[in-house]
């Protein structure tokens, strides 16, 4: 593997309108009910102060990815790029991804009765054109970059966020941007 | 939480008694205590309850028709691993099939062979469960649980299925190792639950385990029960009525069974705590 691409999320500018979930359902016209992005809110109380937050969040693409690990059909391969693809046909769906992604990102289609996950539409990448949700988000709060070093010292830039597992599992390529918390004013 | 896998419930519990039997019969053959009529009822219920465990198993996939190719990854998935270990410990069940009705003198080596692949199936069948994901499971108490299971289950069937083919000393020093099993999986879980409560998933697994019903009535049936009848029939010498046998049989098989659920049930993953 000679890089690893991944997603930047910027909290600061997410409004959570949820239309990269949309972009990414129109792109594959998934079913209803997998949801291979999703925006999620944060607790406050996984926060110091009161704020709405929110991230968006698809399969990681990890650098350790368990789901390849355990797959035991060869359904998840690794791409050059980092970008982990599932092949569909060749899953059997014994589910054993799910167990082991410790963010739930691969999703099970009770119809179809196999996984079906995020492949970062690699099939784009190989245009040269952004995946769709990447490309759908207005306020740009999601962005396709490639994961290195010189990013992860960029200030601002975090491996997670409150509320996430650690990225010690399975090393998402997804880095955040954390809202800049206002000031709490308060009338004493 | 997890969910109730049933599937794999009647896999694992009927494919761990099954490689029991099968290494029951070697621990006998190995004193030269293992009469023909009991190796054969042995063979023949292993492999009965080997082949309904397999056949089990295969409901827990989405596509069944498929799962030829879960073998296809023995690099680095234990599923893989799990399935090609059961499926050579079937085919060596086939030989023992094959020389229960015709006897030759490698009886006790194919048991031995058998006995490995089982268990080495076993072992493979527990660390599929053992997850980073999953705090819970990601110990070795998922292979001690599993490989007790099959030395308890399996030492009482033998039990019973050997009858009158049994002495009575023979019968005690199965229901003995039976017993030393339900000791050791009491201390275990014990050890086990104050090990795992130390993190957030295990201390919610903990919790729901102490406050399921089903956990009580999983100790109380499969090891209180069990655990009393044993201590008591064994310490007054009397000859176990084959009621008795059968009703220890009973309680430990359904405390087993109990217990798998829960281990399934019960398992708490690491994951996104955020609203959606």
């Known amino acids: ?188 | 939480m997890g969910t109730w896998e049933w599937p794999l419930i009647v896999f694992t519990v009927l494919s761990q008694i099954s490689i029991g039997i099968i290494f029951g019969l070697l621990c006998l053959d190995r004193r030269n205590q293992l009469k023909e009529k009991l190796f054969k009822q042995g063979v023949l219920v292993s492999g009965i309850l080997l082949i309904i465990a397999l056949l089990a198993s295969l409901f827990h996939l989405g596509h069944p028709e498929a799962a030829y190719r879960a073998i296809t990854h023995l690099g680095s998935s234990w599923l893989s691993r799990e399935i090609l270990f059961f499926i050579l410990a079937f085919a060596g069940w086939l030989y023992l099939l094959w020389l229960s009705f015709h006897p030759t003198g490698k009886r006790q080596s194919s048991l031995l062979i058998t006995s490995v692949l089982g268990l080495l199936g076993i072992i493979s069948s527990a660390m599929i469960y053992v997850l980073p994901r999953v705090p819970a499971w990601n110990n070795v108490a998922p292979v001690f649980f599993f490989i007790l299971t099959a030395g308890l289950l399996g030492a009482l069937a033998l039990v019973i299925l050997g009858g009158q083919e049994l002495q009575s000393e023979q019968k005690k020093s199965l229901l003995n190792w039976s017993l030393g099993c339900i000791i050791v999986s009491i201390f275990m879980f014990v050890l086990y639950t104050s090990i795992i409560k130390l993190n957030v998933q295990g201390a919610a697994t903990v919790q729901f385990l102490l406050s399921s019903p089903l956990f009580w009535l999983r100790a109380v049936l499969g090891w209180l029960a069990p655990l009393i009848l044993l201590l008591t029939g064994l310490k007054s010498q009397k000859v176990f009525t084959a009621n008795t046998l059968y009703l220890v049989f009973a309680l430990v098989g359904i405390g087993e069974i109990l217990g798998r659920a829960l281990f399934y049930v019960s398992s708490v993953g690491i994951h996104i705590s955020a609203l959606f």
């Open chain 1, 1 to 188: 593997m000679t890089k690893q691409l991944g997603f930047l999320h910027n909290s600061e500018k997410c409004v959570g309108c949820q239309g990269c979930e949309m972009a990414c359902k129109n792109e594959y016209q998934t079913d209803a009910t997998p949801r291979w992005r999703q925006v999620f809110q944060l607790r406050e109380e996984d926060y110091s102060l009161p704020t709405r937050m929110f991230f968006s969040m698809a399969c990681n693409h990890c650098a350790n990815p368990e789901c390849l690990r355990v797959c035991p059909v060869k359904a998840y391969t690794k791409r050059e790029d980092g970008i982990v693809v599932h092949d569909h046909d060749r899953c059997i769906g014994c589910r054993l991804c799910l167990m082991a992604c410790p963010y739930d990102r691969p999703q099970f289609n009770l119809d179809k009765k196999k996984v079906e996950k995020c492949n970062l539409c690699y099939q784009r990448i190989d245009k040269g054109e952004k995946p769709a949700c990447v490309a759908a988000c207005i306020p740009e709060a999601l962005q396709l970059v490639e994961i290195n070093d010189a990013l992860d010292q960029k200030m601002g830039v975090l491996k997670t966020i409150p509320g996430l597992p650690g990225p010690d599992i399975t090393h998402p390529a997804i880095r955040f941007i954390g809202p800049k918390q206002g000031k709490q004013i308060r009338r004493d």
